[in-house]
């Protein structure tokens, strides 16, 4: 009975890649939640094919702690921070979030950028960034790597799956994340990025407490609201 309805299934789904059988809202919904793409692209191909999100320059906690205990009491929970080398994209961050194999992705180009020629703006945006992993984000497994791609070298971000950006042919695995979150340079991509590694340096490494969860949750409830 259960091989005959997955091959059913199987020829339903065959069926709409054909254009002989019509998505359904409900199989648009499954798809996109086994292979974490835009069901609505699916249904309607409006949109691009999956989710992405800007960190922005301080709006990020609802990415890194979306709910407390569904990050921090999972061991499957990890965050890729992927640095882009070379194009036109060079010095963007690129952050895969993977939670019991749901992935998501989040990048970063406008608030601050990993490269030399930032302005004071930039420099405090990244600044308040590494101090919020470090001191805010302690518990959550962090690794980080350089991302270069000579053939494909703009991330067509929406337009691939998270695990895409993490193909070992285009990253290799750098230490310049923990690297900047104990003061050390990161690189000779980064060399403009001193006084605010000696701030760096100085502060605690720690995590959120439940009440600056509630807050922050709370403040990213009123802006998405207005």
């Known amino acids: 009975m259960g091989y005959h ?9 065959l069926g709409c890649l054909d254009g002989r059988e019509s998505l359904t809202f409900s199989m648009a919904n ?5 292979f974490n793409c835009n069901s609505s692209w699916l249904y309607t191909g409006e949109f691009s094919p999956f989710h992405v999100r800007s960190l922005g320059s301080r709006n990020y906690q609802s990415f890194f702690l979306p709910d407390t205990n569904e990050v921090a009491d999972s061991s499957d929970a990890r965050f890729h921070f992927i640095r882009v080398s070379g194009g036109s994209c060079d010095g ?3 952050v895969v979030r993977s939670i019991r ?3 998501s992705v989040a990048y970063e180009s406008t608030g601050f950028m990993l490269k030399n020629g930032m302005r004071s703006g930039g420099l405090g945006n990244l600044k308040r960034f590494i101090l919020f992993l470090k001191t805010k984000c302690e518990n959550l497994p962090m690794l980080s790597y350089t991302y270069q791609d ?7 971000f929406g337009q691939h799956h998270p695990l895409y950006y993490l193909r070992s042919e285009v990253v290799s695995s750098r230490d310049w994340l ?3 979150m104990t003061g050390r340079q990161p690189g000779s991509w980064l060399s403009s990025f001193g006084d605010e590694l000696e ?3 100085k502060a605690p490494f720690g995590k ?3 009440v600056e969860n509630k807050i922050a949750e709370s403040a990213e409830e009123i802006r998405h609201n207005n």
């Open 5 to 13: 309805a997955t091959m059913a299934r199987t020829a339903v789904v």
């Open 208 to 210: 959120a407490t439940p």
């Open 199 to 201: 701030e760096i340096a």
């Open 30 to 34: 499954r798809i996109g939640e086994t």
């Open 101 to 103: 194999n749901c992935y």
């Open 178 to 180: 923990f690297n900047m």
């Open 150 to 156: 000579d053939y494909h070298a703009d991330p067509e």
């Open 92 to 94: 963007t961050l690129i």
